[in-house]
């Protein structure tokens, strides 16, 4: 499976941006998708996840309130809404294909990582 995130670019800060995760195939729509992301200098840190039918979302604390993750398995694809952005959510946004069909907000929980989209907001 592969996966091709995409939507990422440079935001002054109080501005929205929206990510998108293209998976290769259908197999990603029986199982969870989740969002990281990695900063310079520091380690990766969990965003937000979905449930397989997008029945049940999860948040890191950081971005409750603001981001909001969805997703069209018809199109075989998970979306990342970011609105009110801050600079320190400038990152690497990775998104990764759960090992079963509910989210985790640790890595472990997941078996394929896509290439990342850089995220970078100006204050």
């Known amino acids: 499976v592969q996966l091709q995130a995409s939507g990422g670019g440079l935001v002054q800060a109080g501005g929205s941006l929206r990510l998108s995760c293209t998976t290769s195939?259908?197999?990603?729509?029986?199982?969870?998708v989740g969002w990281f992301r990695q900063a310079p200098g520091k380690e990766r840190e969990f965003v937000a996840t979905?449930?397989?039918?997008?029945?049940?979302?999860y948040y890191g604390d950081s971005v409750k309130g603001r981001f909001t993750i969805s997703r069209d398995n018809a199109k075989s694809t998970v979306y990342l809404q970011m609105n009110s952005l801050k600079p320190e959510d400038t990152a690497v946004y990775y998104c990764?294909?759960?090992?079963?069909?509910?989210?985790?907000?640790?890595?472990?929980?997941?078996?394929?990582w896509g290439q990342g989209t850089l995220v970078t907001v100006s204050s």
């Open positions: 979905i449930a397989w039918n997008g029945g049940s979302t």
């Open positions: 195939r259908r197999t990603s729509s029986n199982n969870a």
């Open positions: 990764a294909v759960g090992r079963g069909s509910y989210g985790s907000s640790s890595g472990s929980g997941y078996q394929y």
